[in-house]
């Protein structure tokens, strides 16, 4: 069983990934979870949606360089060790994973090349950060 994961090539530039993001939105499609890295002047932004093939749609529209993957997508209990059972499950059978990011949470990882620029322009916004004591005190069902 597996889930369709888009991966997108993006310009590491202020406004790239929010301009792909809104056009999800305008189509409305819903990012499931994400993860974005990158190379220096690119990226790949990574996403699972909840409508592929409009996602597809959206990004061929756009002109935008992207490719389609199948990936799995494993719900484990929220209790210490579990991320490392699996881990040490699939690498027992010598399955190397490439790389591995989170779904469905409303809580996102940012860095930012200002970590205290950003924390202040989001400070005048609508968002609520949170700290490690916050993060040590998640339970999820």
Known sequence: M???QISVFTESKPGHLA????SFE???VNVRGYAVSDTGEYGIARFV????EKAKEVLKDAGAAFTVTQVLCAKLPDKPGELARIMGVLA???VNISYSYS???TYIVLSASD???AERVLAGEPVELVDQEE???FRFV
């Open 135 to 137: 993060i040590a005190s």
């Open 103 to 105: 779904l469905i949470s």
């Open 92 to 94: 027992a059978c010598g």
């Open 26 to 28: 305008s189509a409305d």
């Open 49 to 52: 949606v909840d409508a592929p």
């Open 19 to 22: 301009r792909i993001l809104r």
């Open 2 to 4: 597996t889930v369709s």
């Open 115 to 117: 970590a205290d620029g």
